[in-house]
């Protein structure tokens, strides 16, 4: 049976995915579904980087979905977004996946199966209860103890793939580092063209500084005053986005407003390092590097060619 075609166009934060995205679903009669952990919630789109409705010149999927006090993870992603693709076909038009959650990204290039891990079960509350009582760092070194691949890939932040993480260990006596590389090697079930786009280290960092000032500018911590007037939870997923849990700190009076950006820009420069380093270990990537191009229309072309040559395009 002939595969079904499938572009994914991921890089780093602040690289510049959103206009290629455009450029690229124009070209080849596409529709984009957003690999974006954050563009599902409402009323959250400064510090997302949300293009507005009227930018969304083409039919975009999984943005202004949920509301912000409401749990969203790889799981759900990838049940919605199989839903997206699905309606993208019967129109005969290609996905597009942009974004850059790898996790979200792989979930469906591989169809990674996430039956074992998705109980919610008396295991995943005693986790849960003593990440409370104990702290996010002390579960990653219990992490680090059982599983030190999965410990070097989860910031010990991200409370959530933590606790999966050990969740998968309790349940399976298995290592999900292991479980992850077995679903990574599987082969596509997609006719695929997994674009990566880069650019000069400095020069990104420099971009996510300028785009920190920029979403200040344009009223990110009146989107987060907004949200606590809500009463969403601290600990809501929503709230542990960049730039939303640094501001919220400071409307607690946890630091200073100076010190709140500083911690956003650092963390997002980490963060970008972090997606590059996912980016470095996924197989069968073309990676854009973007100063190498003159005009954006160069790198369109590129990545048309490509598209030609693994036929994705027939």
């Known amino acids: 049976m002939k595969k079904k075609s499938l ?18 679903a124009k070209a080849i009669g596409g529709e984009i579904i957003s690999a974006d952990s954050m563009q599902v919630y409402r009323r959250m789109d400064i510090g997302t980087a949300k293009l507005k409705k009227e930018e969304q010149e083409i039919p975009h999927f999984l943005i202004d979905i949920l509301e912000p006090e409401e749990e969203f993870n790889v ?11 699905e309606e ?7 996905p597009i996946l942009v974004g850059g959650t790898g996790f979200y990204i792989q979930s469906i290039l591989y169809d990674i199966d996430f039956k ?13 209860e003593q990440t409370k009582l104990l702290g996010a760092e002390y579960m990653h070194q219990k992490l680090q103890q059982v599983d030190k691949k999965a410990a070097q890939e989860i910031h010990a932040n991200n409370e959530k793939r933590v606790i999966r993480a050990l969740e998968y260990f ?24 997994y674009f990566v786009l880069t650019m000069d280290r ?20 009146e989107e987060v005053k907004g949200l606590v007037n ?23 009076g946890d630091c200073s407003l100076e010190e709140a ?44 060619e490509v598209l030609e040559k693994r036929e994705i395009l027939k």
């Not at 799981?75 to 693709?85: E, G, I, T």
């Not at 309790?170 to 596509?188: A, D, M, P, V």
């Open 7 to 24: 572009v994914i166009l991921t890089g780093p934060t602040a690289v510049g995915k959103t206009d290629l995205s455009l450029k690229l």
């Open 75 to 85: 799981v759900k992603f990838q049940v919605l977004a199989k839903k997206a693709m």
């Open 88 to 94: 993208i076909y019967s129109r005969n038009h290609i």
């Open 116 to 128: 074992e891990n998705n109980k919610d079960n008396k295991i995943r509350k005693e986790l849960e």
């Open 170 to 193: 309790y349940q399976t006596g298995s290592k999900i580092s292991e479980h992850n590389r077995e679903q990574r090697e599987k082969q596509s079930n997609y006719n695929y063209a």
């Open 202 to 221: 400095k020069k990104l960092y420099q971009r996510i500084e300028e785009r920190v000032d920029s979403m200040m500018e344009q009223g990110l911590l």
């Open 230 to 252: 809500e009463h969403i939870s601290e600990t809501a997923t929503s709230m542990q986005g960049l730039g939303y849990k640094e501001l919220y700190a400071y409307l607690k």
């Open 261 to 304: 950006v500083y911690i956003i820009k650092r963390d997002t420069r980490h963060f970008a390092k972090r997606q590059l380093t996912w980016f470095r270990r996924e197989k069968d990537v073309i990676w854009i590097e973007k100063d190498r191009y003159i005009e954006e229309r160069n790198m369109l072309d590129f990545m048309l």
